[in-house]
């Protein structure tokens, strides 16, 4: 079993910035790649940015040059750094882990931290 956890939500105000935290416990897992998504009302989940085995990172263009995904060594925490916070950069943001616990294929997610942009 395998439980992510998500943390550094908050309200901050625009131009402000944020850290979220993403930490994987339980089971040890040999990790594929770790996104960070998120879901505002009314809208589908999306990719704000992920982070692979190899060190490949994306963004979604609306993040570029705002958003910074990075990971401690051991890829016990992946963070992701929020910078110049825009009202539309209001949602639920979600961490996801793909990787395997021992030889067998997971996709674990975490319940979410709410990040609010507003005055």
């Known amino acids: 079993q395998v439980h992510v956890v998500e943390s550094g939500g908050g309200l901050v105000q625009p131009g402000g910035s944020l850290s979220l935290s993403c930490e994987a416990s339980?089971?040890?897992?040999?990790?594929?790649?770790v996104g960070w998504y998120r879901q505002a009302p009314g809208t589908e989940r999306e990719l704000v940015a992920s982070?692979?085995?190899?060190?490949?990172?994306t963004y979604a263009d609306s993040v570029k040059g705002r958003f910074t995904i990075s990971r401690d060594r051991g890829w016990n925490t992946v963070y992701l750094q929020m910078n110049t916070l825009k009202s539309e950069d209001t949602a639920v943001y979600y961490c996801?882990?793909?990787?395997?616990?021992?030889?067998?294929?997971?996709?674990?997610w975490g319940q979410g931290t709410q990040v609010t942009v507003s005055s």
């Open positions: 996801n882990v793909r990787g395997y616990v021992d030889f067998t294929p997971g996709d674990y």
């Open positions: 339980g089971s040890p897992v040999r990790i594929v790649a």
């Open positions: 982070i692979n085995s190899g060190g490949s990172i």
